[in-house]
Nanobody
């Protein structure tokens, strides 16, 4: 069973940076796509970005382009989300997700069948 554990959230000022980590276990992830989503109060879960585990191909949502970077460490089975130039509108609970398949990076949350517990990111103005 796939287990995902996020870490690295917290409180940061506008313009600051945070790096989230998602430790994955319970499966061989070579044929998986990993993704980050976020959900703010009263809003739908939003695709932030995704990465294919083996090839490292990435795809970003519009809100993340140019500011966020997804990477992975195969040896540690960990995926990272580096967030720079943070804005108050980035405030949300950030979730790590996984799904089998690497043909394309899917952006719909309901296509992912494994989720972490989420980590809160708060950006103060």
């Amino acid at each position: 069973q796939v287990q995902l554990v996020e870490a690295g959230g917290g409180l940061v000022q506008t313009g600051g940076s945070l790096r989230l980590a998602c430790a994955a276990s319970g499966h061989t992830f070579s044929k998986y796509t990993m993704a980050w989503f976020r959900q703010a109060p009263g809003k739908e879960r939003e695709f932030v970005g995704g990465i294919t585990w083996t090839s490292g191909i990435t795809l970003y949502g519009d809100s993340a382009k140019g500011r966020f970077t997804i990477s992975r460490d195969n040896a540690k089975n960990t995926v990272y989300l580096q967030m720079n130039s943070l804005k108050p509108e980035d405030t949300a609970v950030y979730y790590c997700a996984a799904r089998p398949g690497t043909v394309r990076i899917v952006t719909a949350a309901n296509e992912y069948n494994s989720w972490g517990q989420g980590t809160q990111v708060t950006v103060s103005s």
